[in-house]
């Protein structure tokens, strides 16, 4: 295409390469920070931090991108059909930018930052008071920023809905929500009355030789970026430097190292193959489309083939040859190791719920959010609401805040609307393995061999490429030929745990 016919609009391509680049600079600050810095430099990362963002988001807000959107709008029928996508994010982003006050952005970014560091304190010491004063800062403040955005027949839950998952509202979600609450507690009866049981290990486990482990497993499916340690797992970056962090327990090696490595590894994978022509523009990346997208990716990895036998037989001779196992041991049997990676039981944890269980700890924290930001539950009654829900839900009543309403980062770093991502994840999972399982032959068998080339391949054709080029819902239609359908994830949960 002549430059001359829309040089608007690849002047605003060079102006966003800036942007990314900072976005890209403010991640890895993130990754030190929870990697790496001391927490002598706390004061003066949540000082560099809101500075970068304050650089951000005056560019996104300049009247030189507002000219250059007008310019190119008047032309964009010259533009190809990414490149129209990628005009429209940059729309987006600009009038996000330009509507909330220069204040309260640097007040949201200080206190988001400053709320995190405080989490992990009173996470340490089972402390909700430590953070609690500040979380209410950055509630109000989120509030705030909602009532900006918020359209006349949309709720304030709905703009931090459609952050995390463009398009996505509260009414749309609530019915399929509510569906599986209703439908679950039966189910679990069955399983949990049914199921196999387990032969428990007796020893403890070396961390660096699950270290090793997870780093082979990482490799196997595709990943080639850094594996470090944090208190809660995470994935960042974009092609050519992706990272990811595990954390690790000598009691066990099936949840860390095993599925959170697939997990982790599995949003690694993806960043890793975002096109590559796009890598500095919008339209290039996975974040503007949807993290139930996102975590989609993960939960493929994780719970539909971390789950399987074949899977299983594949990896035992691995994990015993790196953690020093007795292979005769029936403990370390494929067949007992899947038992445990299956086993269904009600627990306060959502990073160790098992996959039957995990919806009813989405369900709940999206209930304590929507809550918090529409329906008046304050701060200081968090813990309290927390665990009466818990304890109406799972039946289970938390002993102190750590295993209660401290136990997840995410609204103490501004995160709110982000939960019901992994459900919405969880079930195009499903419907996306699923359609992978048809399209590749003998795909069971490839598993059981450690080959997982033509999955990678698989995901990369029909996910990966695409980057926010179609909305979440046509994504999905575009790989399975169906939009998402809540009944294909019972089904394959059915399938798992009943058969």
């Known amino acids: 295409m002549n430059m001359s016919v829309n040089e608007a609009y690849f002047k605003l391509e060079k102006y966003f390469e800036e942007i990314a680049d900072i976005n890209r600079i403010i991640e890895l600050l993130n990754w030190d920070r929870a990697v790496k810095m001391p927490k002598a430099g706390a004061q003066a990362r949540v000082e560099q931090l809101s500075t970068l963002e304050n650089i951000k988001q005056k560019k996104l807000a300049s009247k030189y991108i507002f000219e250059l959107i007008e310019q190119a709008e008047e032309s964009k029928n010259n533009l190809s059909n990414w490149q129209q996508a990628n005009l429209q994010y940059m729309k987006k982003h600009h009038a996000y930018a330009v509507k909330i006050p220069e204040n309260l952005a640097h007040f949201l970014t200080k206190t988001a930052t400053k709320c995190e560091i405080l989490w992990e304190d009173a996470k340490k010491h089972s402390d909700f008071t430590i953070v609690a004063e500040e979380l209410e800062k950055l509630r109000q403040a989120t509030i705030e920023k909602a009532k900006i955005f918020k359209k006349t027949d949309t709720g304030l839950y709905d703009v931090m809905l459609d952050k995390y998952n463009f398009g996505c509202t509260y009414s749309e979600i609530e019915p399929l929500f509510t569906e599986l609450s209703q439908w679950l507690p039966n189910f679990l009866d069955k399983v949990i009355k049914q199921q196999k049981k387990t032969i428990e290990f007796s020893e403890k486990f070396s961390i660096e030789k699950q270290k090793k482990l997870t780093k082979y497993i990482a490799k196997k499916i595709g990943y080639l970026g850094r594996i470090d340690t944090s208190s809660h797992p995470f994935s960042m970056g974009r092609i050519g430097d992706v990272r990811i962090t595990n954390r690790y327990t ?7 190292a095993v599925l959170c490595a697939l997990h982790e590894a599995g949003h690694g994978l993806y960043d890793m193959q975002l096109p590559k022509q796009y890598r500095r523009q919008p339209v290039g990346g996975a974040f503007d489309i949807s993290m139930a997208i996102h975590e989609s990716q993960s939960m493929i990895w994780e719970m539909q083939i971390g789950h399987m036998i074949e899977f299983w037989e594949f990896i035992t001779p691995k994990i015993i040859e790196i953690l020093e196992l007795d292979e005769k041991n029936p403990a370390y049997s494929p067949q007992n190791l899947q038992t445990i990676a299956n086993k269904v039981k009600l627990g306060l944890i959502r990073v160790d719920a098992d996959e039957a269980t995990y919806p009813l700890h989405i369900i709940m924290r999206t209930k304590l959010e929507k809550s918090m930001i529409e329906d008046d539950l304050q701060i200081k ?5 927390w665990n009466d829900l818990s304890q109406e839900m799972l039946g289970i009543t938390p002993p102190n805040d750590a295993l209660g309403c401290l136990q997840d980062v995410h609204w103490y770093g501004g995160c709110f609307g982000y939960f019901p991502a992994y459900l919405l994840g969880a079930i195009n999972a499903a419907q996306i393995y699923k359609k ?14 450690g080959n997982f080339n033509n999955i990678s391949k698989w995901l990369q054709k029909n996910i990966h490429k695409f980057g926010c080029l179609y909305s979440p819902k046509e994504l999905i239609y575009k790989a399975t030929d169906n939009y998402p359908q809540v009944d294909i994830y019972k089904e394959h949960l059915k399938n798992r745990y009943l058969s």
């Open 250 to 256: 000598r009691d066990e090696f099936i949840l860390y």
């Open 436 to 449: 992978m399982s048809f399209d590749i032959k003998e795909l069971s068998l490839e598993i059981k061999r």
């Open 381 to 385: 009654d968090l813990p309290v609401a």
